[in-house]
């Protein structure tokens, strides 16, 4: 992204953004409620046009692409996750193909594959004739996550995908994540997530990137205190080694700025 500026009815909310996803690198995006994190993604898959500045796919902005170019390109998993569709579980996957076919082509073997798979990763292939309408919301984003793989993206957007997983599946997305070697770019709020998943972080505050770096490098009890107004500890993670962050859960420190 270069200089990238959002607003929404003439309020800027993300002001001059750059920053840059490396191929394969799980790029993730942390900040408080309301810092632009959602914002700047929704640039990236489209939902929302730059103000200004440009969001660059190896040099091309996407901006000229078609839809359904950029769509082969870029897939997302969004917060606004979409009406309750009137479809099975595996339409909804199969969704996930559309950027591919002529106007009115049908599955192909090949397709039929990809989805099986698709929905065989998260976990929900014995649910594939359910009503996706039916399903939990754990479930819902299990699903919306295999559409994404069944389009077969470069670029893998992910706004806050762990909303609504319990702890089992929110490691088991993350690590899904992880194996994928896709250029992702994800939105967490959970810190001790970013840190273990994310190759790299940017800090958004009051829609500026404050901070970027390696878990490591951008999560200091410093920044944290700085940018949220909590008071933690970072120790290294007994099993892991990654960072771990060990909230102070009786008090804040200064109001985060607004
Ligand atoms: N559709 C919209 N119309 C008007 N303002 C919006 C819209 N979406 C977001 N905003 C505003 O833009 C700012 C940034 O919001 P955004 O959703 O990008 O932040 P975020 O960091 O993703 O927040 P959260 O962590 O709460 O999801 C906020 O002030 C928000 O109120």
Redesign the pocket.
């Known amino acids: 992204m270069e200089g990238l500026r959002?607003a929404?009815?003439g309020?800027t909310?993300?002001c001059g953004v750059d920053l840059f996803a490396a191929p394969g690198e799980i790029t993730g995006l942390i900040?408080?409620?309301?810092?632009?994190?959602?914002?700047?993604l929704?640039t990236v898959y489209r939902h929302l046009r730059p103000a200004s500045g440009r969001v660059l796919l190896d040099g091309t902005d996407l901006a000229t692409l078609s839809p359904a170019r950029s769509a082969r390109h870029v897939a997302a998993l969004p917060?606004e996750r979409g009406g309750d569709f009137e479809l099975t579980v595996r339409e909804v996957v199969a969704m996930g193909r559309t950027p591919y076919k002529r106007a009115f082509a049908g599955e192909d073997d090949g397709d039929r594959a990809i989805v099986a798979d698709a929905l065989d990763r998260v976990g929900m292939t014995r649910h594939g004739t359910r009503a996706f309408s039916a399903l939990s919301g754990g479930e819902r984003q299990r699903v919306l996550l295999a559409r994404t793989l069944a389009q077969d993206p470069d670029v893998l957007v992910l706004?806050?995908p762990t909303n609504h997983l319990d702890v089992r599946h929110q490691v088991e997305l993350l690590a899904l994540l992880r194996a994928q070697h896709r250029t992702t770019l994800v939105?967490l709020?959970d810190l001790n997530a970013a840190a273990s998943v994310c190759d790299r972080l940017h800090v958004?505050r009051a829609?500026e990137v404050v901070a970027s770096g390696t878990p490591p490098e951008v999560l200091t009890p410093a920044l944290i205190a700085d940018v949220f107004g909590v008071r933690a500890a970072v120790i290294g993670h007994p099993l892991t080694g990654d960072p771990l962050i060990a909230f102070d859960h009786t008090a804040t420190v200064a109001a985060p700025p607004p």
């Not at 309301?34 to 914002?39: F, P």
Request: proline share 4%.
């Open positions: 959002v929404y009815d309020r909310v993300v900040g408080p409620n309301g810092s632009g994190k959602s914002s700047v929704r917060q706004d806050e939105s709020h958004l829609g």
